[in-house]
């Protein structure tokens, strides 16, 4: 015999006289009962589903925020990985500028001692040398921060040549103006040159790149 779905009794022969279709023990309608608890299953999966959906909203947020965080680190140290490559570039570039600058500083020296040891009457070729390192100096190519040395560099070298031509075409070259003129400018330019200090001038540049 079926057992009552809410009490589990079991019906016996003294019961046939009874509804088949109620329990004898607790009176419970079968039918009745039974649609009932599917009604209440029913219910309780829904609510079920609607918790766990309600539920999974803030999940979701919470997923969505950890994503979009985990997201801007790997942003932020994408670029400030980008951002140490370009200070590693403009500290390059820097440093080839003043070695160009250092490389024709050394070809100056070289040039104006020779200049300095040859006689009057032979000093267009060692003039001459200068007025090509002139012209290469005022060509190089250096960062905007190292154009203050470049150009007192290049004034230097003109000022030596304008220099060396006063001496060569005047005999009384110690009383010709042009001559003190060109002196003044060669003392200013090499001062310049001198007191020119890289790290401060492209330091703002090699932190920030180009004004």
Avoid: W
């Avoid at 925020?65 to 670029?79: E, M, P």
């Avoid at 070729?125 to 060509?139: C, F, N, W």
């Avoid at 006063?166 to 040159?193: G, I």
């Amino acid at each position: 015999m079926q057992a009552c779905p809410k009490c589990d009794y079991r019906r016996t022969l003294a019961d046939q006289a009874k509804p088949a279709s109620e329990c004898p023990s607790c009176g419970v309608i079968y039918a009745k009962y039974v649609q009932r608890q599917a009604e209440l299953d029913a219910r309780q999966t829904k609510q079920s589903a609607q918790s766990s959906e309600a539920s999974r909203g803030p999940r979701a947020a919470l997923l969505l925020i950890v994503l979009l965080v985990l997201v801007a680190g790997a942003g932020y140290f994408a670029y400030t990985k980008y951002q140490e490559q370009q200070r590693q570039e403009r500290r390059q570039l820097v440093e080839s500028g003043l070695a160009l600058l250092q490389g024709i500083q050394n070809k100056v020296t070289d040039a104006d001692k020779l200049a300095s040891s040859t006689g009057r009457a032979y000093l267009s070729g060692p003039v001459s040398k200068l007025q090509d390192i002139q012209r290469e100096a005022e060509a190089v190519k250096v960062p905007a921060c190292l154009g203050g040395a470049k150009n007192a560099l290049a004034d230097y070298v003109k000022a030596q040549v304008d220099t060396y031509l006063v001496f060569m075409q005047d005999t009384s070259y110690l009383m010709n103006p042009e001559y003190e003129k060109a002196q003044e400018a060669s003392s200013r330019s090499a001062k310049h040159y001198k007191d020119f200090d890289p790290a401060e001038v492209c330091g703002r540049f090699i932190d920030r790149g180009p004004l």
